[in-house]
Nanobody, 128 residues
Framework: QVQLVESGGGLVQAGGSLRLSCAAARGTFSTYAMGWFRQAPGNEREFVAAISRIGGYTYYADSVKGRFSISRDNAKNSLYLQMNSLKPEDTAVYYC?????????????????????WGQGTQVTVSS
């Protein structure tokens, strides 16, 4: 069973950048597809980005496409989310998640139900 711990959140001005990290412990990191989700107060958890087991496929929500970049380093058991040109509407708690399923399409990658393990989240606040 993999354990996930996010870091890198914080307060940033609109237009700024942040890099989130997700460290995985236990389990074999390279056997999991990984994703980032976020949840703002009063909203449902929403998909942000996902990456396949060896990084060959990536998927992004339309709201972050061109601004965010997901990557992974299997040698370091780590997942990353580079967030550029941040907007106030990006404010949320960001969660990383691990899935034992193959991510063969956007529909599967973006579904929270496909993910088996979740981190505790890291807060990102973007001020206007």
């Amino acid at each position: 069973q993999v354990q996930l711990v996010e870091s890198g959140g914080g307060l940033v001005q609109a237009g700024g950048s942040l890099r989130l990290s997700c460290a995985a412990a236990r389990g074999t990191f390279s056997t999991y597809a990984m994703g980032w989700f976020r949840q703002a107060p009063g909203n449902e958890r929403e998909f942000v980005a996902a990456i396949s087991r060896i990084g060959g496929y990536t998927y992004y929500a339309d709201s972050v496409k061109g601004r965010f970049s997901i990557s992974r380093d299997n040698a370091k058991n780590s997942l990353y989310l580079q967030m550029n040109s941040l907007k106030p509407e990006d404010t949320a708690v960001y969660y990383c998640a691990a899935s034992q399923y193959y991510m063969r399409s956007y529909s599967s990658a973006s579904s929270a139900a496909q993910y088996d393990y979740w981190g505790q989240g890291t807060q990102v606040t973007v001020s206007s």
